[in-house]
């Protein structure tokens, strides 16, 4: 009995972790930001599932598994039932999606992002950029060599508004380094420094205001697959 009792007591909680999704290979996957530069530490509820407690502002969950449809992810400081976002997507089948809490506190709202999963081509990278800091104006972005000069340099992007996010650049594996400046400058305000990126994988880059909102600003990387 005691066996039975620890049996279906793994099998609930596996049910929690996996946000409802059954074994329905049709399933779609999601990712959660906090890009919220002076918003507190937040729980994470999908689909009435709490799936994060306690996020701190610039971490990312794993991707979770949900079914494909309807899906409402709901947001609130870590230990109230507040609600900052309430949103409803719809999630295609088999489609990967980050949502990224973002915007300043008082004006918090969801980013919804579809994301491409398919592998890059031999020997490529895909590198996809996001506007997420909302203190920042326009930008534009340099993706080069390490060390490379962009006083001479045309952007990779340019005028990339705040909440925009990039198509995905394929490059070949390598060390790059990506800087930001505001549009029509070469005022690096965001320098990843060299990022080493290996055939195969896939990364999101987003720019972020510093904790409390504003400069320094600077990036996190998502790993999206390898």
Do not use: W
């Amino acid at each position: 009995m005691k066996r039975l009792h620890l049996l279906l007591t793994i099998v609930t909680l596996l049910a929690a972790f996996t946000v409802g999704c059954g074994d329905d290979k049709s399933n779609s996957r999601l990712r959660i930001v906090h890009d919220s530069p002076d918003a507190p530490n937040v729980d994470v509820v999908v689909n009435g599932d709490t799936v994060a407690t306690n996020v701190p502002y610039k971490a990312a969950s794993p991707y979770l598994p949900v079914r494909s449809g309807a899906t409402e992810i709901k947001v609130r400081p870590t230990g109230t039932t507040t609600d900052v976002i309430d949103a409803k997507i719809t999630a295609a089948e088999k489609t990967d999606y980050t949502v990224l809490a973002t915007n300043l506190v008082a004006s918090i709202e969801p980013l919804v992002l579809t994301d491409d999963n398919t592998p890059p081509a031999s020997g490529k990278v895909k590198v996809r950029l996001v506007h997420g800091a909302p203190s920042a104006p326009p930008v534009d972005i340099y993706v080069t060599a390490p060390g490379a000069d962009i006083n001479a340099a045309t952007p990779t992007l340019t005028n990339v508004p705040f909440k925009a996010a990039s198509a995905y650049l394929s490059v070949d594996a390598g060390s790059y380094q990506v800087r930001v400046t505001p549009t029509g400058t070469k005022i690096v305000v965001i320098d990843s420094g060299t990022l080493a990126l290996t055939a195969g994988q896939i990364r999101t880059a987003v720019a972020v205001d510093n904790t409390g909102g504003g400069a320094p600003f600077s990036a996190i990387v998502l790993s999206d697959l390898n």
